[in-house]
């Protein structure tokens, strides 16, 4: 039996398991939409929004519930701790697990908005850092303006922003969006035209950057693949110029080693 004939067959029982298969646009705002529904209550999970035990639907806090039901992802959320990983990278997994877990989120939080990622600040802040605030529950972010705290607000709220960027980070996650913080804001930007829209931010802010997420829209799974997609061919291209910086300076240094002298020593 040759390969076509394989192929065949494999097509002829796809066919009567799915008589009427999902066309690839289909098929791509779903993965997109799955990926999303997936880092929704990863960052959930991370933020303290919602708890470890309540990855299954009926155990969902409001907040969560509601979240995922205003962007139409409830279908797509997975249902248990091993689906849910399987949409996360290894480094995702063990922050999952992890017991300083809030603390993590804060931290990555605090990276993120301080490249650019996740929009501009707020308060014409140009940096943020955690703090803890008396005894009130939960991680704050101070603004900071020339050394100056200009702003506060928790950290939780910021769960949905979150979210939105690491699922549509490139293949390898987040630590693939090497090119430092002029990369970063451009893909934030890039994002942020898709997923959110300009929200005033003030002292008692309720989130660290200007922005706010949009409910649902039509074709946000597909939207987010493109997004990753052009970020790892983003990747691709700074890999590739550094590679060739790489390779002229090489070049250049093999150049000035063939033009040395022997400075071998007569006797």
């Known amino acids: 039996m040759t390969a076509e004939d394989r192929l065949a067959g494999l097509r002829a029982d796809a066919l009567r398991r799915v008589p009427d298969p999902p066309g690839l646009d289909a098929v791509i705002e779903?993965?997109?939409?799955q990926r999303l529904a997936a880092y929704y209550l990863y960052t959930a999970l991370l933020a303290g929004v919602a708890g470890p035990d309540d990855l299954a639907p009926a155990r969902w806090p409001p907040q969560l519930a509601q979240a995922l039901r205003r962007l139409g992802l409830?279908?797509?959320?997975?249902?248990?701790?091993?689906a849910l990983d399987a949409q996360l990278t290894p480094p995702e997994q063990a922050t999952r697990r992890s017991p300083v877990r809030q603390l993590e989120f804060g931290r990555l939080?605090?990276?993120?908005?301080?490249?650019?990622?996740?929009?501009?600040?707020?308060?014409?802040?140009?940096?943020?850092?955690?703090?803890?605030?008396?005894?009130?529950?939960?991680?704050?972010?101070?603004?900071?303006?020339?050394?100056?705290?200009?702003?506060?607000?928790p950290v939780r709220p910021h769960w949905e922003l979150v979210a939105k960027h690491l699922a549509a980070a490139p293949p390898g996650g987040p630590a693939a969006e090497a090119g430092g913080r002029?990369?970063?804001?451009?893909t934030g930007a890039r994002r942020l035209t898709d997923a959110a829209i300009p929200h005033a931010v003030s002292l008692g802010v309720t989130l660290a950057v200007r922005v706010h997420p949009l409910g649902a829209v039509a074709g946000e799974g597909t939207r987010l693949m493109r997004s990753r997609i052009q970020a790892g061919k983003d990747e691709a291209d700074r890999l590739r110029r550094l590679g060739q910086e790489l390779g002229a300076v090489r070049a250049q240094a093999d150049g000035e080693l063939a033009n040395l002298p022997t400075g071998r020593r007569s006797t």
């Open 30 to 33: 779903d993965t997109g939409r």
């Open 74 to 82: 409830t279908r797509f959320a997975p249902g248990s701790v091993r």
């Open 109 to 153: 939080l605090v990276d993120l908005i301080n490249q650019g990622a996740l929009g501009p600040m707020g308060a014409d802040a140009d940096s943020v850092r955690l703090s803890r605030h008396g005894d009130r529950r939960g991680l704050d972010l101070e603004l900071i303006k020339g050394g100056r705290v200009v702003g506060s607000c």
């Open 182 to 186: 002029a990369a970063a804001r451009a």
